[in-house]
């Protein structure tokens, strides 16, 4: 690369926008950086094939598509964790579940256990309806005020 298709490169990134560029060659490096605010593009260019001096115009990224919408969830009550430890669905790898998704519940059934410092501490349910999720795995940890269950009013 001479001097005048390093000066043309230069006043391309200067007027394009890109914070930064790269070139490199067999025996040959260059990085231009400017002061601009950063412009994410991001461009492949063989190193065997000859770099490209000339201007070429630079694409808008398109716009970000909307989120799916999240299930509405304000109809139903969210359980959460009175405690840091582990949550457990059952009294022991053995026995039965307290609860799955679609079971009615009602207030003062116990739920899950969480285990807390070697202690295995019973949770019973507040309020009374039917378990539409379980938002925690089996014998995952779980922090102080954090979601367990979703339960839908009857």
């Known amino acids: 690369m001479d001097i005048k298709q390093i000066q043309e490169l230069i006043r391309f990134v200067a007027k394009s926008g890109v914070n930064e560029v790269a070139i490199e060659q067999e025996d040959f490096k260059i990085t231009i ?58 009294a022991g790898p053995d026995k ?4 799955n998704v679609g079971d009615e519940i009602n207030t003062g059934d116990v739920i899950c256990i969480i285990e ?9 349910s507040e309020v009374s309806g039917r378990v ?4 925690v795995d089996n014998a995952s940890p779980v922090e102080y005020d954090q979601p367990l269950f979703l339960v ?3």
């Open 96 to 99: 039965p579940l307290f609860v």
């Open 152 to 154: 839908e009013p009857i």
């Open 33 to 90: 950086k400017t002061n601009q605010a950063p412009t994410y593009v991001q461009a492949t260019v063989p190193l065997h094939a000859p770099a490209p001096v000339a201007a070429a115009p630079v694409a808008a990224a398109p716009a970000a598509e909307a989120a799916p919408a999240a299930p509405d969830t304000s109809k139903y009550i969210t359980v959460r964790s009175p405690m840091i430890g582990t949550f457990y669905r059952s």
């Open 116 to 124: 807390a410092m070697k202690l295995f501490n019973e949770i019973e």
């Open 132 to 135: 539409v999720k379980i938002l």
